[in-house]
């Protein structure tokens, strides 16, 4: 059993940043590939960013490549989500979620825990 537990949430305005924080307890985190998800109202919950157990393999989705950074810290037991020049359409609700395995996947029903998520919400 793995809690994940995000942070960092917020308002902000257009072309601010902003870094979400997950912190995961129980089994042992370095076995698990970890991801943030999206969901805006009336969407689909969408893969924002993956990153594998070891940290050294990530996926970013083409909205947010080259304005997020992912990275987890496997001593703390932490991931975050840094992003930059964020866009009024970035604005959602954001899920930490686990993956027992590897690699991460594009699909969320292949994820085994998840955080109860963290609002952000981009001001133009």
């Known amino acids: 059993q793995v809690q994940l537990v995000e942070s960092g949430g917020g308002l902000v305005q257009a072309g601010g940043s902003l870094r979400l924080s997950c912190a995961a307890s129980?089994?042992?985190?370095?076995?698990?590939?970890m991801a943030w998800f999206r969901q805006a109202p009336g969407k689909e919950r969408e893969l924002v960013a993956g990153?594998?157990?070891?940290?050294?393999?990530?996926y970013y989705a083409d909205s947010v490549k080259f304005r997020s950074t992912i990275s987890r810290d496997n001593d703390r037991n932490t991931v975050s989500l840094q992003m930059n020049s964020l866009k009024p359409e970035d604005t959602a609700v954001y899920y930490c979620?686990?993956?027992?395995?590897?690699?991460?996947?594009?699909?969320?029903?292949?994820?085994?825990?998840w955080g109860q998520g963290t609002q952000v919400t981009v001001s133009s």
């Open positions: 990153i594998n157990w070891t940290g050294g393999r990530t």
């Open positions: 129980g089994r042992a985190f370095s076995l698990y590939s």
């Open positions: 979620a686990a993956k027992e395995s590897s690699s991460w996947a594009r699909s969320s029903s292949e994820y085994d825990y």
